[in-house]
């Protein structure tokens, strides 16, 4: 479905970096979840670039909700969001034109668009589509929210700094869903944040390691084959521009224990089953097992740095220096948190709604599930 | 759509481990490609157990394939292929009953199941299911290597050893298409051999890492929202089970470096754009860039194990400790790697059938995409 | 999909007239379901040629359920049921091979295949297949009516004989369901029977109409755009080979009449909304109204006569003469009606699983929409 | 999917009749075709009312291309055009609040969405989504129109009138694409367009049939189980409104007639296999066989009428009486044919670039099909 995401909820996005406007549309959200337009500005102020770390191009993010949405509140109806784009400098990318961005989508999309792509920004490539996404992941976490499901993402590590683990998931979801550095130890932020700074200076970029907690979700969501948890929430962060790495619980430490090491040891406690430790992430034969859904992923440097480097021009077919102007971020791993949040609302919401129908969302799972 | 994965070739897998048989259905595969038995035999040699290493369950893996191929060649129409169950031994488990194996399935699949699962050596759950893949693979397999698309899985660590990485792509993959057990240097198979052998008379197990690299893919393919070349490689992959982490290129060890240690230096050769490196996996922006697809898998290690664990009885609410009895694999990722070949296949096939048509399993990218 | 329907309740269907084996695989279904051997059998029968009326090819319709299926109740997981085909006289076929019946799939589907189709009895473009969908369908149509949906299927006309409209949709599908001949009015059926022998005497066939009613659905099933009930039940009823018109309510006739005959007058009666007549057939806006759902499909000739016709021969590219050979029915008309059923209660699995959860099979959809 | 139709080529809706604005995206269609802002408004205005036959609601469908077009080519990625709402007077609907205009989806949109639906002018049930619709039907006719086929829709049955047969298929379509009124003789078009009229002055409506045809489709599109050409078209034009009935060549008809009178006897014509009748509509076995597909949809009266209507209160629970104000179309019949077409775009598209790949659009089918 290329461009769209989900089958009982799913998301569809539109735009490029430099065109009119980018969007996005939700479809078979359940109808009288209430729409906060400021609950959509505060996420989108999270994504939006304000501060030294970011790119210099500053869009005020204005947004429209063209449909769907009736006296404050989802219609159920497809609901559209649109933003206008404004602060362009095309010219910037004009002269580049045909010079290939290592490591940015330029080369792969030029093959697959056959020179028809708008490449102005990095076109629809951009991360400015995550913009859209945001707006609408607003709206898919408040719908979440409702029933008890909450989510939030920290920087785990980023330029050497390691932030600490979650302790007190609730809490420190709390916590993230309003900071705008998102780390649990704010000092390990400010580390951060001089790393970020030091790469800039040297005219390079640094990547990092996000991850995310979810807490809330009732067990037995998700497909043996091939729709588990993990294959859907790993299918939808990987559209995310710079995410190479998905893991679940100790993901790739786990492949280097051994089975009495990586086990959760399960118990009884208050009536309910629950793990000693959450190694498995929440997750078991791509079940949801009633633990926190934990999730890590790997943020590469952003490809556009100001050093020169060796390319081509894919147009005239000779290698070339490239020497980028326009504007960019040295880092977009605080950006990359609220949209990874978005993305994993709209996979949460799409696996709730095909498990207990449509009217989840005003319900609750404890309805829905009642025996 | 749970058990199906694809949209243009789809596969759908079903069975449970003590049913009367497990199997599967391609559809949306090209007329007339070979089907050679000999092919699926061999694949499914490999994924087998049939050695110390693995579970002393043994199947013959007699497979039929009931639809879809005539006179020795694929039809076009659904292919479904069905393997009996032999070597069962139920009462194994039955006596179990309840007892949640931990980061095992079973008690997530009794939330979903609400005990109607068949319960029998994890059901649908099994690892057994992928013997139904690994048949079909072999197919989808045979239909890449005949338009140049040729992949291969190695053993990249596993019980604290590491394998050599890739070096000559075509020879390596060529060298694990026929080896039993898929290492680079055989003599790292040895040691991890043992590894192994050593988990299991400690009554444990031992997971890995595995890597696959595919040589041939055009550049072009894969969508950059949602269906990203990354997206759809990891919500197949994930299926499988033990698989906690995927990563591409040179994954997580991005997040680490620096922009200009990460990025891939681009360069004409021969009239072909070609990157310097391929940290980035040959995916760039979600899109193929023409160079090698790279990535890795994190196998955790068998859940089962013979060792006591505590854990708790779902049926009646009680902690409980748990004294593993069955036959289990103190290792899957030998068995493993043909596995993450065949689901591999199917992405590529679908990916390929989506950009070029249908017909370009017969007539060849190079036809398809001609200027 | 090609040969799978559904989203959260799939069907998928492969197999050849004169392959190993015809089947299907339910995905989607809740568990718990009761599976009854004797009401997939007594489903198969309805639609077993076994009469002077039908092709005299004589299928046992010996049916195994290979999977999803545990103690006599669905699993929840794929559910996977194989027909053995076994009256086979290929060689019936062999002869003609490259000339085209007109109006049958031989060259469409040549054009499709490239010639690697099975060609034999039609293969996958076979009746036979619609065994598959029907044993199958016995399981759905048992969930459905479980929840209290039940549907039945009559002939409303064949060879200018009409039979009577439903009147008490209760009791006519209650007799439809157990009618060997599925007319309302006995002594019609009669009639079309003679219709039918005096057309087979001829060396001729017959087409005709088949109505279906449905009653028990809530109302709200559907989407405006593009997934409304109509949508989804002519995409699927129009898979059954020889169906060239589907209608709702009063169909064409609605074409020709004034909104003021066309609307349906509402009223509250013992505190539910209705309406006082049905031409919309149960459904406004793509939506269902709660009143029972009605819809006609247009059934062609059965295309294989034994008269002598006009033809190609498509291997050859010469203009022929065909005397069918084989065996065939010179009306389909009773058959078909199990096939629909079956097809019509795919869609309503699917939708009201969309709509109201996995488990609206178990618990019910009042318990499910309760507010 | 709910409200994007496609699976290679996709469409997706969005808008309520008196929200800021209504629209759409088009996905998955190939980069380099021209957009001509001249031919989405002319397809536009062939739907738009603006006679006394037609509502008095008079928007001017002024749009605006947010993303996917540069230097007025496709980009390939998502091209979504937004239609402001401009002549709403919501009062008009606001006294009405509750009560259900018979026939129309009042009743079973509240049913659906509980009361937060956009009730003001039908909202997302609104025929005025089809603006929508039809713009961007307009780009999908444009990349059809450049590799050879074409197709046009004429009133065949309205008001008691019948127009002429279509006979020479490129012709016909040729004068349909620019006719005001599509009738494909004249003096019938105004027979219809009085008969319309004295139903508005009766304070009532008509409905009528359409019938489409598509010239330049190459044999092999369609899949035999379950995406029949038949099954895709029928689902997708279900979805307009009024539609109550499609049938394929001579659909119901067919149904009366013995396989004798009904097979079209096939030739070689010119090296090319043709039937020397057409009522099949191009399609056998779910398949194309090179013939022109011709198929009719019945279109119920404007359920929309002036006179006193008996019907509900569902807010209440009471019995009332409705006239309804408002501004309302005598007959959609005229305006729907561009709808019938955009939507019959959107299905070729998809099955085109299925069957081909994407860049089938650019290279034509002959290049793609080539031997």
Known sequence: MKNTFGHSVSLTLFGESHGPAIGGVIDGLAPGIPVDPQAIRRLLDRRRPSTALDTSRREADDFRILSGVFQDKTTGTPLCIVLPN??????????????????????????????????????????????????LGAILLSALSGIGVSLGTHILRCGGVEDRDFVDLKQDIAWLNQAFFPVLEESRGEQMAAAILAAKEAGDSVGGVVQT?????????????????????????????????????????????????????????????????????????????????????????????????????????????????????????????????SVTALVLCDLLAQRFGTDVFTKGIAVCNMD
């Not at 299918?235 to 089975?259: D, N, P, T, W, Y």
Request: hydrophobic letters at 35%; one cysteine or more.
């Open 213 to 341: 907690g979810v807490i809330g979700l009732p067990p037995g969501l998700g497909e043996p084959w091939f729709d588990s948890v993990e294959g859907l929430l790993s299918h939808a962060l990987f559209s995310i521009g710079g995410i190479k790495g998905v893991s679940f619980g100790a993901g790739f430490q786990l492949a280097e224990c051994r089975g009495s090491q990586g086990n959760d040891a399960m118990r009884m406690e208050q009536g309910r089953v629950i793990t000693l430790t959450n190694r498995n992430g929440g997750v078991n034969g791509g079940i949801t097992n009633g633990m926190p859904v934990l999730f890590q992923c790997a943020v590469k440097p952003t490809p556009s740095i100001a050093r020169e480097q060796q390319t081509v021009n894919f147009l005239t077919g000779e290698n070339a220096i490239l020497r980028i102007g326009g504007r960019h971020d040295p880092a977009i791993i605080r950006r990359i948190c609220p949209v990874v949040d």
């Open 86 to 135: 404004q602060d362009q400098r095309s010219g910037d990318y004009e002269k580049n034109r045909g010079l290939a961005r290592p490591s940015h989508g330029d080369y792969a999309g030029f093959c697959k668009y056959h020179g028809y792509e708008d490449y102005r920004g990095g076109g629809h490539f951009s991360g400015r589509v995550t913009a859209a996404l945001t707006a």
